[in-house]
T-cell receptor
Framework: GESVGLHLPTLSVQEGDNSIINCAYSNSASDYFIWYKQESGKGPQFIIDIRSNMDKRQGQRVTVLLNKTVKHLSLQIAATQPGDSAVYFCAEKDAGGTSYGKLTFGQGTILTVHP | KAGVTQTPRYLIKTRGQQVTLSCSPISGHRSVSWYQQTPGQGLQFLFEYFSETQRNKGNFPGRFSGRQFSNSRSEMNVSTLELGDSALYLC????????????FGQGTRLTVV
């Protein structure tokens, strides 16, 4: 039979609004978290990262919040622009010694920004 | 600095054939990881190579294999292709020594018919 595709969460905002994209992670041992942006036809592009010893990190127009108690990560985009329209993925990396570069990705959220 | 380069960008193969995909990491990066991206399963880790050694492997059948060369370039091979192998295959490079994030290439879009 046919495989069922992932039903990605979607977020639709107006240009200039602030956007918040959420992500729940499952591995308590994860010590490093990254947000990626993926535009159509391209590979994921790094946005911002945060280590588990922090609960907030700010970049240019973006802020990542980490709540280890409930294993939740969020990405806030200020003054969202049409060029921000893309699929956004959170990724986690295990602190385990053999994990090296292995990333576990969330399902992704589709962000659509209307002019 | 050049980014991660994957070749070819697009590929169409027939069931039962095999395919080899190539990835050139960012200069100086010695860690290369491969991911499969499909609408049904999302982004899934295939394997990772560092210093020509496979350091980690995802939950994929033995038909999926890879290797890394002394110049850090990596190839992945899929044998006996199945329709379900149709996907975007992404390569990411990082510097383990510098503890950088993973930088992704644009991927190879494989279609199995």
């Amino acid at each position: 039979g046919e495989s069922v595709g992932l039903h990605l969460p979607t977020l639709s905002v107006q240009e200039g609004d602030n956007s918040i994209i959420n992500c729940a992670y499952s591995n308590s041992a994860s010590d490093y978290f990254i947000w990626y942006k993926q535009e159509s036809g391209k590979g994921p592009q790094f946005i911002i990262d945060i280590r588990s010893n922090m609960d907030k990190r700010q970049g240019q127009r973006v802020t990542v919040l980490l709540n280890k108690t409930v294993k939740h990560l969020s990405l806030q985009i200020a003054a969202t622009q049409p060029g921000d329209s893309a699929v956004y993925f959170c990724a986690e990396k295990d602190a385990g010694g053999t994990s090296y570069g292995k990333l576990t990705f969330g399902q992704g959220t589709i962000l659509t920004v209307h002019p | 600095k050049a980014g991660v380069t994957q070749t070819p960008r697009y590929l169409i193969k027939t069931r039962g054939q095999q395919v080899t995909l190539s990835c050139s990491p960012i200069s100086g990066h010695r860690s290369v990881s491969w991911y499969q991206q499909t609408p049904g399963q999302g982004l899934q880790f295939l394997f990772e190579y560092f210093s020509e050694t496979q350091r980690n492997k995802g939950n994929f059948p033995g038909r999926f294999s890879g290797r890394q060369f002394s110049n850090s370039r990596s190839e992945m091979n899929v044998s006996t292709l199945e329709l379900g192998d149709s996907a975007l295959y992404l390569c990411a490079s990082s510097s383990y020594e510098l503890n950088t994030e993973a930088f992704f290439g644009q991927g190879t879009r494989l279609t199995v018919v």
